[in-house]
């Protein structure tokens, strides 16, 4: 079992929808990331996360601490949402991240 | 545009050979991070700098080695190159030691 789990591993979804992907985790955290990917390979930081809730635009992310688990949502979707979406966690006392498989997201006009 | 450089963008190479990938960080991060996305394997954690220090070793193979220099920019060097080499080098950096993570473009390197 991977110490990230994501899900769904692919979405399809259209324009418009409400989208929520999910991201689990094994072990004790300093941090939580999501992370974008596009289509041309460039990783944008979206969300460094601990606790609670965190907003930006359109995304919004939670983290569950005592239940390992977080989400990142997507309101009013847009094929430019278009992306890979990666969940990281770095491990308490340490820096580097380690990274679930990833969730290919698919928005139709 | 997230601050952080990496070049070549491309790299194509044999068997055996050795090459140096390099990143500027962000003006002012401190922290360098390397990454390595192979399509069987993800994302993983390479290595890690901090003002000139290593500070934190992944799945870093003996053939692969890296350093950051006193302007704090970082080069990977990797050697003796197998087929199974070949993917995307990222390149990321940080203020500090446990902050947001900025990615540079990448480098894609083809072991043929």
């Known amino acids: 079992k991977n110490e990230v789990e994501q899900s769904p591993q692919n979405l399809t979804a259209q324009e418009g929808e409400f989208i929520t992907i999910n991201c689990s985790y094994s072990?004790?955290?300093?941090?939580l990331h999501w992370l974008q990917q596009h289509p041309g390979g460039g990783i944008v930081s979206l969300f460094m996360?601990?606790?609670g809730k965190k907003k930006h635009g359109r995304l919004i992310a939670t983290i569950n601490i005592q239940e390992k688990h977080s989400s990142l949502h997507i309101t009013a979707s847009h094929p430019r949402d278009s992306a890979v979406y990666i969940c990281?966690?770095?491990?308490?006392?340490?820096?580097?991240?380690?990274f679930g498989q990833g969730t290919r997201l698919t928005i139709n006009p | 545009d997230s601050g952080v450089t990496q070049t070549p963008k491309h790299l194509i190479t044999a068997t055996g050979q050795r090459v140096t990938l390099r990143c500027s960080p962000r003006?002012?991060?401190?922290?360098v991070y390397w990454y390595q996305q192979s399509l069987d394997q993800g994302l993983q954690f390479l290595i890690q700098?901090?003002?000139?220090?290593?500070?934190a070793k992944g799945n870093i193979l003996e053939r692969f080695s890296a350093q950051q220099f006193p302007d704090l920019h970082s080069e990977l060097n990797l050697s003796s190159l197998e087929l199974g080499d070949s993917a995307l080098y990222f390149c990321?950096?940080?203020?500090?030691?446990?902050?947001?993570?900025?990615f540079g473009p990448g480098t894609r390197l083809t072991v043929l």
């Open positions: 003006s002012g991060d401190l922290s």
């Open positions: 072990v004790g955290i300093s941090a």
């Open positions: 996360l601990s606790s």
């Open positions: 990321a950096s940080s203020p500090g030691l446990l902050n947001e993570q900025f």
């Open positions: 700098y901090y003002n000139g220090e290593e500070r």
């Open positions: 990281a966690v770095s491990h308490k006392g340490a820096q580097k991240l380690v």
